[in-house]
Nanobody, 116 residues
Framework: QVQLVESGGGLVQAGGSLRLSCTFS????????MGWYRQAPGKQRELVAT???????NYADSVKGRFTISRDNAKNTVYLQMNSLRPEDTAVYYC??????????WGQGTQVTVSS
């Protein structure tokens, strides 16, 4: 059974930075593609960034150049470094793990609030 626990959210002023962490509990972390998604109030959940088990990354256009996803397979952890934060980045951020077989798991989410 896979469990994902996000941490690192909080309140930050516009222009500031936060680093989110997602710790994976279970087997074969390296077999999973990892991703960060976010959901703002009244909006659909959207992709922020992904890091495949093959090592490639993908970003939403709205965060390119500001956010960086990384993973540490030795620590079973994926990170999202968020710089130059904007009020529109305010959302609950979720971690997702997707196995080769396409089975996926979600974390509980961590709130990020950016004040103007």
């Amino acid at each position: 059974q896979v469990q994902l626990v996000e941490s690192g959210g909080g309140l930050v002023q516009a222009g500031g930075s936060l680093r989110l962490s997602c710790t994976f509990s279970g087997s074969f972390f390296s077999h999973y593609a990892m991703g960060w998604y976010r959901q703002a109030p009244g909006k659909q959940r959207e992709l922020v960034a992904t890091f495949t088990n093959g090592g490639s990354t993908n970003y939403a256009d709205s965060v390119k150049g500001r956010f960086t996803i990384s993973r540490d397979n030795a620590k079973n952890t994926v990170y999202l470094q968020m710089n130059s934060l904007r009020p529109e980045d305010t959302a609950v951020y979720y971690c997702k793990a997707t196995h080769y077989s396409a089975r996926s798991y979600w974390g509980q989410g961590t709130q990020v609030t950016v004040s103007s």
